[in-house]
Structure formats: C-alpha cells, structure tokens
C-alpha cells in the first residue's frame, strides 16, 4: 500500500482539528439564499409606487418605481387632471429619468420635445378643465445604472409651475 504524502496530517485534515467548525458554512450558504429570498420578496423588484400633487390648477399623478434592478424595462405613468384649463401644458423630466436609461418611447406622442437645461420638456397642448390627460413613458435601465437617482417632475402652463413631484428610484445590480 502506498503511503499518503507528508503535508496530510490526520488530526487536520480528516479530523478537521484548528479549523473552524460547520456554522461558518452554514452562514455562507444562508447569505447565498437571502438573495434569492429577497427578489421572491420584491426587495429588488419594480412595485409602482403613485406620488401625487395637487394644486388649484391640476393634479398631477405619478406611477412609478421606487426600486429597480438593472437591465428592466418599465413604464412610467404621469397622469394629468386639469381643474384649470392649461393652454401651454408642458412635462419637464429632471436628468435623473435619462442617465444611464434608454428611453424607449412615449404614447401619445407630445407635440414637441425639448430639452431644457439637461432636462427633458415634453409640450402637450391644451388640456380643457375636467380632462385627464395620460402620458407613458417607455424606459429601460441600462444594466451599468446603479444606486440612488433623483427623478423630479414638473408640470408648466406656459412659464407658470403648476404642480412638481419629487421622486427617487433605488436600482440594483
């Protein structure tokens, strides 16, 4: 029979001695699961949250997410209830809804898109009193996008600020 090699100790090696004991695997594979158990608990995931301002003029609404993993694709909802007429209503997105995004369409199409100052202007037209108007935006997260991001929106009547949102987006990798 041939003999084993000088390094192999039996006290080490099969009895494991000097060497921590199985709790320390056990705490590994259990960090490994906490991460599929978090996405099956919509941690990462892309609930909607609604944020909402109003104002005499309109209501603005905002459906959206609040946390997002990178590489997903999501449509945001900006909903528009006129209590005023709003002749010139326009859209203002802050640079937070297109860096690091691919924006992959709006419906309906605004009659103009603008930017101003890095910021994205859609102009809408004439909204009468008592119509809603609803605008989707369609957008994807570009899977390098990671951490905290500042999504504000603005809603304009001409050069008069109407109503604005405040919104974040967490995004995992």
């Known amino acids: 029979m041939a003999t084993g090699p000088a390094t192999l100790t039996l006290s080490r090696h099969r009895d ?3 060497r921590p004991g199985p709790w320390i695997r056990w705490l590994f594979v ?13 941690v990462f995931g892309q609930r909607t949250v609604v944020s909402t301002d109003a104002t005499q003029a309109a209501r603005l609404t905002l459906f959206a997410p609040s946390s997002a993993r990178g590489g997903l694709m ?10 005023t007429e709003l002749k010139n209503a326009t859209l203002v997105l802050a640079p937070g809804w297109a860096d690091q995004y691919t924006l992959n369409g709006t419906s ?3 009659s103009m898109e603008n930017s101003e100052n890095g910021r994205i202007a859609f102009s809408l037209g004439d909204i009468p009193q008592g119509q809603v108007y609803t605008e989707f935006v369609s ?9 905290d991001h500042t999504q ?3 809603l304009y009547d001409g050069k008069r600020q109407v109503a604005v949102i405040h919104h974040g987006i967490t995004i995992w990798p």
């Not at 259990?30 to 919509?42: E, N, R, W």
């Open 139 to 147: 957008l994807q997260i570009n899977p390098i996008n990671v951490g």
């Open 152 to 154: 504000t929106v603005w």
């Open 30 to 42: 259990a960090l490994l699961a906490a991460i599929p158990i978090c996405a099956l608990l919509d």
């Open 108 to 110: 309906p199409q605004p």
């Open 74 to 83: 999501y449509t945001a909802r900006f909903q528009i209830d006129a209590r």
């Open 16 to 18: 494991r001695q000097g």
